[in-house]
């Protein structure tokens, strides 16, 4: 009973279904006539004869004055006047010194100061002359170029008599020719 059930439905869905090849179908749109079509246009209703009236008859539009001629509003302060000099009065192309700002030491402070710089740079250059001859690496050829750089920073401090400078830039130096010499 249950097959029969089955077949009879089976059959009356290829009935109505009807044949595969015989149904209606849509038809393609051609595209090449797409170009040729044109948006069809509103048509426009004649106004009633008895609204003559301008309905934007009331509406006023208000427009502030222009700002007035006298007043020059700036927003950023004016650039102050520099006097001219004569390049007959600077006769020298140097540049003036730039003033440098360091602590007043007092003299133990300043001893002891110059005592660990001399102590930081002779450590740094014993360090350095170790890596004097071998061959080293990107990294190591980095960290000896930072040493001697700030060994001539701090000797260039200690000529100007900066020695709080000179014992930064030799503490620096020292710190990292001890990394160099550990890395060899």
């Known amino acids: 009973m249950a097959r029969s059930g089955i077949a009879v439905s089976c059959s009356l869905f290829v009935l109505l279904g009807g044949c595969i090849?015989?149904?209606v179908r849509a038809k393609s749109f051609p595209w090449s006539t797409y170009a040729y079509t044109r948006p069809v246009t509103p048509t426009i209703l004649p106004a009633e004869p008895d609204s003559n009236d301008?309905?934007?008859a009331d509406v006023t539009l208000e427009i502030a004055p222009p700002p007035s001629a006298l007043v020059i509003a700036r927003s950023?302060?004016?650039?102050p006047r520099v006097p001219v000099v004569n390049s007959s009065q600077n006769d020298s192309d140097s540049k003036p010194e730039v003033p440098q700002i360091a602590p007043q030491l007092t003299a133990a402070e300043a001893n002891a100061a110059q005592r660990q710089t001399t102590q930081s740079l002779s450590v740094a250059e014993r360090n350095i002359g170790s890596a004097e001859g071998k061959t080293l690496?990107?990294?190591q050829q980095d960290l000896a170029s930072k040493v001697r750089s700030f060994m001539a920073e701090a000797h260039e401090a200690a000529k100007s008599g900066d020695w709080t400078r000179a014992k930064n830039a030799a503490k620096k130096a020292e710190v990292l020719s001890q990394e160099l010499a550990s890395a060899l």
């Open 76 to 79: 950023a302060p004016s650039r």
């Open 54 to 56: 301008d309905p934007l």
């Open 21 to 23: 090849q015989r149904q």
């Open 137 to 139: 690496n990107a990294m």
